[in-house]
């Protein structure tokens, strides 16, 4: 079965500097792997996934990812943190073979000062 | 294109009472996801379904819970004799068939409060 762990409960950064929120991910197959955000009282919404080719993906609102295959990690990256990033961040995976579920980690607060 | 839509927005039941929470996937998509959030847990998964199957109900409770997506209308996910720690938000997912690689798409939630 496939899962996945966001070892920080919650991520400070100050606005401008580099932020990076970690996930590890263990699948039987090969995985898809995605990241989602979430603001207070809405819905999750999509940001970037990977599927293949590129290690690194870009998404929307700039952000980023690194698939490490030797790691099993997909961190999540921006290279200059806005106030307006702080929100709630899921990663999520998904093994390659057909009717599996799409899973979550518990979620890593990001809180971007000013 | 209407997204993913959850009814209702605000569920509030008393213990004992029946909740029913109502979703229609995007238009073109025919599986569906439920997941819970609690404060301390994250995005619990719950069922995974596509029109008239369960595909994988690994997450869900093994009483007074149950899933369906029919052939027609929206999938429903019923919860028997609520108590109070039914209470949370209750997500929507879908997604194309087939499409593994695909992202799922949310719903904005029904908020459930069992008072």
């Known amino acids: 079965a496939q899962s996945v762990a966001q070892p920080e409960d919650q991520v400070n950064v100050a606005e401008g500097n580099p932020l990076t929120v970690k996930c590890t991910y263990s699948?039987?197959?090969?995985?898809?792997l995605f990241w989602y955000v979430q603001y207070p009282n809405r819905g999750l919404q999509f940001l970037l996934k990977?599927?293949?080719?590129?290690?690194l993906v870009k998404g929307s609102y700039g952000f980023e990812a690194e698939f490490n295959k030797s790691q099993t990690s997909f961190h999540l990256k921006k290279p200059s943190a806005l106030v307006s990033d702080s929100a709630l961040y899921f990663c999520?995976?998904?093994?390659?073979?057909?009717?599996?579920?799409?899973?979550f980690g518990k979620g890593t607060t990001l809180s971007v000062s000013s | 294109n209407a997204g993913v839509m959850q009814n209702p927005r605000h569920l509030v039941r008393r213990r004992g009472q029946e909740a029913r929470l109502r979703c229609s996937p995007m238009?073109?998509?025919?599986?569906v996801y439920w997941y819970r959030q609690l404060p301390e847990e994250g995005l619990k998964f719950m069922v995974y379904?596509?029109?008239?199957?369960?595909?994988?109900e690994s997450g869900m409770p093994k009483e007074r819970f149950s899933a369906e997506f029919p052939k027609e209308g929206p999938s429903i996910l019923r919860i028997q004799q609520v108590v109070r720690g039914d209470s949370a938000a209750y997500f929507c997912?879908?997604?194309?068939?087939?499409?593994?690689?695909?992202?799922?798409?949310f719903g904005q939630g029904t908020r459930l409060t069992v008072v």
């Open positions: 699948v039987s197959g090969n995985p898809y």
């Open positions: 997912a879908s997604s194309p068939q087939g499409q593994e690689n695909t992202e799922a798409f």
């Open positions: 238009k073109g998509h025919s599986h």
């Open positions: 990977y599927i293949t080719g590129d290690n």
């Open positions: 999520a995976v998904r093994d390659d073979q057909a009717g599996t579920a799409l899973i």
């Open positions: 379904l596509q029109k008239e199957n369960i595909i994988d």
